[in-house]
């Protein structure tokens, strides 16, 4: 399969403890981005990559969000000290070069937070 | 800011046409179109840029008005597989991240 992957599907944490996500993008995509998507809503946007550098973070995410890209290759999200608010769809897609290409979401990561 | 989709949900019977629009506060770069069914990604439809350059499935039309900052996606002869949630992306200020809208909920019935 040469689509974007993401693991864990499923997560179910404690208010308080910390979560990471991983993403696996389509290989030669260099752009990658991480979305929120909570039941009803269109995905918001977290922040994006390209390579390995973070270009634009949302002014929405919170100090306790943190993503990365090392080597330019798969991608993590962590979330510290999980809230309660902080339960969603979390997604992540990859395109080719720009962002006016298209994009490949991956099946996400479902985050349920007790 | 979120741009605004209508109708926000469309019933329709099976090969009949639809609509379904995107309009923007702010001047568009480009607006990307995505469906979404039930329980499962977004998958790509159509991209529209500024200066009237499109990608996309051929079986997908679409249209891009800069001056009123809207977007229209045309389904026509609709199938039961065009059932799904269709949000349109926005990109403002060519800084070529999207602003998803809030979805237009689509259900095609035999």
């Known amino acids: 399969d040469t689509g974007v992957s993401q693991n864990p599907r499923h997560k179910i944490t404690k208010r308080g403890q910390n979560v990471t996500f991983r993403c696996d993008p389509i290989?030669?995509?260099?752009?990658l981005y991480w979305y929120r998507q909570t039941l009803g809503q269109g995905p918001e946007f977290l922040t994006y990559?390209?390579?390995?550098?973070?270009?634009?973070k949302s002014r929405l995410l919170s100090d306790r969000f943190s993503a990365e890209r090392p080597k330019g290759s798969f991608s993590t999200l962590e979330i510290q000290r999980t809230e309660q608010g902080d339960s969603a769809m979390y997604l992540c897609?990859?395109?080719?070069?720009?962002?006016?290409?298209?994009?490949?979401f991956g099946p996400g990561t479902r985050l349920t937070v007790l | 800011q979120q741009p605004v989709q209508s109708p926000q949900a469309v019933i329709l019977r099976e090969g009949e046409d639809a609509v379904i629009n995107c309009s923007s506060s702010?001047?568009?770069?480009?607006v990307h179109w995505y469906r979404q069914k039930h329980g499962e990604a977004p998958v790509f439809l159509m991209i529209?840029?500024?200066?009237?350059e499109q990608k996309g499935h051929e079986k997908i039309s679409a249209s891009f008005n800069e001056k009123k900052q809207q977007s229209s996606l045309y389904l026509t002869a609709s199938q039961l597989s065009y059932s799904g949630t269709y949000f349109c992306?926005?990109?403002?200020?060519?800084?070529?991240?999207?602003?998803f809208g809030t979805g237009t909920r689509l259900t095609i019935i035999p």
């Open positions: 897609a990859s395109s080719f070069r720009t962002g006016r290409d298209e994009q490949f």
């Open positions: 290989s030669e995509h260099n752009r």
């Open positions: 990559f390209q390579n390995e550098a973070q270009l634009e």
């Open positions: 702010k001047a568009l770069y480009s």
């Open positions: 529209l840029l500024k200066g009237g």
């Open positions: 992306g926005t990109e403002n200020f060519g800084n070529e991240k999207l602003t």
